[in-house]
């Protein structure tokens, strides 16, 4: 089985989140994933980066596709699952984890950062 990695570092700046967004709708695209999934997907890949850019001091933003047959799987640094008491938008934050782990077949926190998984139907032939 064959395994494909892509990965991807643009600046720690909000303007670059929706070249991410673009980017991950390509994958997912030449994937096979059909629109929902597709904007599933989007809208997770945005809240990680959105909270990778918020809890994090890193210079860039760091992210991983891997892609097999059967799954996406995505992996963005800086991402935090406990979000600080003292935080404005932690409300808007706890938010945005819950949509990922909504959307997401699978969403893993480790101390690099976030890893979700889209599993993919493989179909008959």
Known sequence: MNKDIINLKVPRKPDYISLVRLTTSGI???MGLNVDEIDDI???IGE???NSL???????LSLEF???EEKLCIRVTGVKEDIP????ERKERELGLLIIKSLMDEVIFNKYG???IKYIEVEDQ
């Open 114 to 116: 976030i890893e979700m």
């Open 48 to 50: 990680a980066c959105i």
């Open 54 to 60: 918020m809890l994090n001091n890193e210079d860039e």
């Open 66 to 68: 891997e892609i097999e």
């Open 28 to 30: 997912a695209y030449s």
């Open 85 to 88: 008491e003292d935080l404005d």
């Open 42 to 44: 989007k809208v997770s």
